[in-house]
């Protein structure tokens, strides 16, 4: 069982999309957990072996609790009643109180749009008794969602990942097989992956969203409902050493 559960389409999604949350949660104390909808099989580079030996790696980096690795056919993620029995079975069986995934319409991936609609029908059909699976229904608390790297429009939640901007770089870097190595890995680049726009948008992207909420590194999320505030002192004060 973990506290959270982050739902991917591929392996290194999690990582790329919330690896500094995934630290944030880690160091708070609570139990975190990333399910991958494929095994990343489409991939230009890389193979299911090479992928599932990094995401182990990245596992070590992030100190994951739980991770499990579906088998719905990466490229072709589609919202049927079986990609849907066993996402339920997943939130069934680890029991998460907040669930994170893909924000539908920000997304160019189709895997990433439909892995987020996925899930948020899951996260509701989960909790109900008559849907019979492998486990017991459990509804989680929350849905929250994480987009891809590239963001339009203003999101509703930053976390501070200041402190695990590295950390998080580290477990992207544990996808060998995705992201470059070498000068010549460079020079032969294919994919935007392995692009170094990628790394220069990643960094970007955080410093960016982070300046929203004056801070140094940030990562986006986006709900639903509005949020419960108990804090409304710490919540909003700004941090001082952010000029
Ligand atoms: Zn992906």
């Given at each position: 069982m973990v506290d959270i559960l982050a739902i991917g389409a591929h392996p290194d999604d999690v990582e790329i999309s919330m690896g500094g949350a995934m630290c944030v949660l880690k160091k708070q104390g609570y139990k975190i957990g990333i399910c991958d909808l494929s095994r990343g099989e489409t991939g230009t580079y890389g193979s299911p072996e090479i992928r599932k030996k990094e995401l182990e790696a990245a596992n070590r980096i992030l100190?994951?609790?739980k991770r499990i690795?579906?088998?719905?056919?990466d490229g072709n993620i589609q919202n049927t009643e079986e990609a849907r029995v066993k996402v339920i079975d997943v939130i069934r069986?680890?029991?998460p109180e907040i669930v994170y995934s893909f924000v539908t319409d920000l997304t160019r991936h189709p895997d990433h749009a439909h892995a987020g609609q996925i899930v948020k029908e899951c996260v509701y059909l989960a909790?109900?008794?008559k849907i019979k699976t492998h486990?017991?229904?459990f509804r989680p608390s929350q849905l929250i969602y994480f987009p891809e790297l590239f963001i339009n429009r203003k999101p509703d939640i930053v976390i501070d990942i200041t402190e695990y901007f590295e950390q998080k770089v580290e477990a992207i870097k544990a996808y060998g097989s995705q992201v470059i190595s070498t000068d010549k890995e460079r020079a032969e680049a294919k994919?935007?992956?392995?692009?170094?726009n990628?790394?220069?948008i990643l960094t970007t992207r955080a410093k960016f969203v982070g300046s929203m909420v004056s801070i140094k590194y940030g990562e986006p999320f986006y709900c639903d409902l509005p949020i419960r505030v108990t804090d409304?002192?710490?919540t909003f004060i700004k941090d001082k050493s952010y000029k």
């Amino acid at each position: 069982m973990v506290d959270i559960l982050a739902i991917g389409a591929h392996p290194d999604d999690v990582e790329i999309s919330m690896g500094g949350a995934m630290c944030v949660l880690k160091k708070q104390g609570y139990k975190i957990g990333i399910c991958d909808l494929s095994r990343g099989e489409t991939g230009t580079y890389g193979s299911p072996e090479i992928r599932k030996k990094e995401l182990e790696a990245a596992n070590r980096i992030l100190s994951i609790d739980k991770r499990i690795t579906l088998d719905l056919p990466d490229g072709n993620i589609q919202n049927t009643e079986e990609a849907r029995v066993k996402v339920i079975d997943v939130i069934r069986e680890l029991r998460p109180e907040i669930v994170y995934s893909f924000v539908t319409d920000l997304t160019r991936h189709p895997d990433h749009a439909h892995a987020g609609q996925i899930v948020k029908e899951c996260v509701y059909l989960a909790g109900l008794e008559k849907i019979k699976t492998h486990f017991d229904p459990f509804r989680p608390s929350q849905l929250i969602y994480f987009p891809e790297l590239f963001i339009n429009r203003k999101p509703d939640i930053v976390i501070d990942i200041t402190e695990y901007f590295e950390q998080k770089v580290e477990a992207i870097k544990a996808y060998g097989s995705q992201v470059i190595s070498t000068d010549k890995e460079r020079a032969e680049a294919k994919t935007f992956l392995r692009s170094d726009n990628f790394w220069d948008i990643l960094t970007t992207r955080a410093k960016f969203v982070g300046s929203m909420v004056s801070i140094k590194y940030g990562e986006p999320f986006y709900c639903d409902l509005p949020i419960r505030v108990t804090d409304m002192y710490r919540t909003f004060i700004k941090d001082k050493s952010y000029k």
